[in-house]
């Protein structure tokens, strides 16, 4: 190899080692010699408006594919801007490594005074993410991007950073060919097995359980694990709940799965359970914390998790038994040893599973009542939107839910029943996140189709990234909840001023309290079907409920992205399904 290999084209041919094929992010002069050597390493870049949604793109591709997402920002001004992704991809825990360009070696690290376009990027980012360093010199680039990467593979996923100076990225490096090397000389390669013998004590724990449950977290998912998890439902007959992010990993349509949106059925699986089998989750904030009376008391509740991250065994829930392992082979181990013993309670546990599926059905019907009526509304009851979407678009349809309100609208009236099919960003929130996660999964699997459910203050964060799914060719159908307000803060504002008079207006005459209580809550009216337009996609605009099926299919069927403007029911949006449930969860449970 000749030694006018750049630090860019090493650092492309050391990720085409570890068969990266896709990179997201904004060109720029200060790396021209990493993304120059791309294409010659097999590796396609798709190039959003704005780098945060670059970083959103690798978070959705790492969380559809299990594979690593990788992004890049140039240093100052592109690094400032893909900051809000580090923040929300690292929140996710999704396995991203961001490459970052610098200003040249001697006038930073530290700032010599006044360097143009210069901050401390690895010292800033470093809090933020899971790993971050700089490099100081071209010899050291393949140490500590074998580094980065051993980092991206241990542990829960999250975001790992490498800042190369630019002119040691752009510069020859005089190595050699052999510092590239395969990526099982310097990480591990295969996944982390369970001890045997905690295995069997667990396995033994819930076959001899009254009242199992199987907690799922988005472990599951990064593991590859959902056929295991599903395996072990079924030996044990024990119904499985899951975190938000985990959503769809077992189908709800399965008579073990417990729907998130059926918040009190949980309640009633979760709390009544005498033994818990937690698998890649943390048991947050979401989850409410694993207490009580959302979970069992630690003294009445025997808990097992599994997760690859010892950091975080036993840290919000008292465990028994802590198996640090990847989930698919620990599950795996356990449906085997499961296999092997003779489930006595079996007939209860079954007996049990139907009546919940009764349940989980009435459940839903009591959540449709309301679209029955509203199925002429003008404007549009926002939960017929995301029904008629499901209707619309293919069963396989990857979802991406974005917004306040009207995330929690897609939720319930959507039914999960293909894994890895919804994106969100169910531990962060972030309005306008939606849009770069569309993108990254239309990338991810170009087989799918996708669809984005948006609010339209999340919509107008990014609504650029329209021209990205035009330029990118990516036929995404971008469904827009347009009532011209901050609808989940203005009811917020609502009920702090009058909360009985909000309740009262809303059951007389579906109305809002006079514009004179809330404060900055409302947009100028907006069509944004017409601004798809104008960026060369495919426009509808929707005011009535009996045109909004046809709208949905020719955005469906007009061959490219598509931004279906649905004029929502302002009043109606800001009253979502579960909401005091929301509120109560951001309050410590008693335990």
């Known amino acids: 190899m000749s030694t006018s290999m750049t630090g860019g084209e090493l650092i492309a041919r050391m990720l085409a080692a570890e068969d990266v094929e896709h990179l997201f992010g904004i060109i720029d002069g200060t790396y021209f010699g990493f993304y120059r050597a791309l294409a010659g390493a097999g590796i396609t870049l798709h190039s959003p408006r704005h780098e945060a949604a670059a970083a959103h793109m690798a978070g959705a591709y790492a969380r559809l594919t299990g594979r690593l997402g990788v992004v890049m920002a140039s240093n100052g001004p592109g690094v400032a801007n893909v900051l809000p992704g580090v923040a929300v991809e690292e929140g996710e825990g999704n396995r991203v490594l961001l490459i970052t360009s610098a200003r040249r070696v001697g006038i930073g690290h530290p700032d010599r005074g006044g360097t143009y376009q210069y901050f401390d990027q690895s010292a800033v980012i470093g809090p933020m993410s899971k790993w971050s360093a700089h490099v100081p010199s071209a010899d050291r680039i393949p140490e500590l991007l074998r580094r980065a990467l051993r980092m991206s593979f241990t542990g829960r996923p999250g975001v790992v950073h490498l800042d190369v100076p630019e002119d040691i990225i752009n510069g020859p490096t005089g190595l050699e060919a052999d510092v590239i090397r395969p990526p099982h000389t310097y990480r591990r390669v295969t996944p982390q097995q369970p001890d045997p013998v905690l295995v069997d004590r667990a396995a033994r724990l819930l076959v001899d359980a009254d009242r199992p449950v199987i907690h799922a977290g988005a472990g599951v998912y990064h593991a590859g694990a959902e056929a295991e998890l599903t395996r072990l439902a079924e030996v044990l007959a024990a119904p499985v709940t899951t975190s938000w992010a985990a959503r769809g990993v077992l189908p709800e349509s399965r008579p073990e799965a417990i729907p998130m949106t059926a918040l009190d059925l949980n309640d009633e699986v979760r709390s009544g359970a005498d033994v818990v089998l937690v ?65 006595q309670r079996r007939p209860e546990r079954v007996t049990r599973l139907r009546g919940w599926q009764t349940t989980k059905a009435e459940v839903r019907a009591k959540l449709d009542k309301p679209l029955e009526k509203a199925a002429t509304s003008s404007p549009v009851h926002p939960g017929l939107v995301p029904a008629a979407a499901q209707r619309v678009m293919p069963d396989d349809t990857i979802w991406v839910f974005d917004g306040g309100n009207t995330v929690v609208w897609a ?79 203005k009811m917020s504002q609502q009920i702090a001023a009058a909360p009985i008079a909000t309740i009262a207006r809303k059951m007389i005459a579906n109305a809002a309290l006079p514009d004179d209580q809330v404060v900055y809550a409302d947009f100028e009216e907006c069509r944004y079907d017409r601004l798809a337009t104008a960026l060369g996609a495919h426009g509808d605009f929707v005011a009535s409920a009996g045109d909004l099926e046809a709208a949905l299919e020719r955005a469906r069927d007009c061959g490219g992205p598509a931004v279906v403007h649905v004029q929502v029911d302002n009043v109606e949006h800001m009253w979502a399904p579960g909401l005091r449930a929301f509120k109560k969860m951001h309050q410590e449970p008693k335990g």
């Open 279 to 343: 698998v890649g989750s943390r048991l947050g904030e979401t989850d409410w914390w694993g207490k009580a009376p959302n979970w069992g008391r630690p003294g009445e509740q025997r808990t097992i998790q599994i997760d690859v991250d010892e950091e975080r065994i036993g840290v919000n829930k008292p465990i028994e038994i802590g198996l640090v392992a990847d989930a698919r082979e620990a599950l795996r181990a356990l449906a085997d040893a499961v296999a092997g013993l003779e489930v």
């Open 411 to 489: 939720n319930f009236h959507h039914e999960a029943h293909v894994p890895r099919s919804i994106l969100s960003t169910f531990k962060f929130g972030m309005l306008g996140a939606g849009l770069g996660q569309a993108l990254g999964a239309a990338v991810a699997a170009p087989d799918r189709r996708v669809c984005c459910l948006i609010g339209d203050g999340a919509f107008g964060m990014h609504a650029s990234e329209i021209e990205s799914a035009v330029r990118l060719r990516l036929p995404i159908v971008f469904v827009v909840f347009v009532d011209g307000q901050w609808g989940m803060v």
